[in-house]
């Protein structure tokens, strides 16, 4: 499932359980009546709000992203991006894997199951000099500024 369609069913299924709660006990208890349109009306208001979050997350914070950086000393750079996305992204299971051409890629993934479900992971390639990162957008937009506002040259 793409990222788009498990964020839509994230803030469809908010709603949808406040509502079976709320229909739950309405037909345990024999004063409310419910009507049909009510219902109809409630499940269109329900699409009405998950459809632009889901839209709205996707466009600009949750959509992967791919940046690559240029650096003299990309262990120093590799280590301050494994501290940052460690801390300030919350994705803490890391995992190494080795491509067939010897390039070293790191993989962040939450812990949590439902988050690891919910979003992307990062994932850091070093190709000599060059390490190129991919994730989600904030996560991208957050490690560009950082890094720019960084030297990694020593």
Do not use: C
């Not at 803030?11 to 709320?22: A, D, G, V």
């Not at 009405?48 to 240029?70: Q, W």
């Not at 890629?105 to 060059?130: E, F, P, R």
């Amino acid at each position: 499932m793409n990222t788009f369609w498990r964020y839509f069913l994230h803030f469809t299924s908010i709603p949808l359980i406040l509502s079976i709660i709320m229909g739950a006990l309405a037909f345990f208890d024999s004063g409310i009546k419910i009507n049909g349109k009510v219902v109809l009306l409630f499940i269109a208001a329900i699409f009405v709000f998950s459809l632009p979050m889901t839209t709205f997350y996707f466009k600009y914070a949750v959509d992967n992203e791919t940046i690559s950086i240029n650096s003299d000393n990309p262990e120093y750079l590799l280590q301050t991006i494994d501290t940052t996305i460690k801390t300030k992204f919350n994705k803490s299971d890391k995992t190494l894997k080795t491509n067939t051409n010897g390039e070293k890629i790191y993989i962040y993934n939450n812990k949590n199951a439902y988050a690891k479900w919910l979003t992307n992971h990062v994932s850091v390639t070093v190709k000599g000099n060059q390490v190129v990162i991919e994730g989600p957008k904030l996560h991208i937009k957050f490690l560009s500024n950082m890094i720019n506002q960084t030297s990694f040259e020593s």
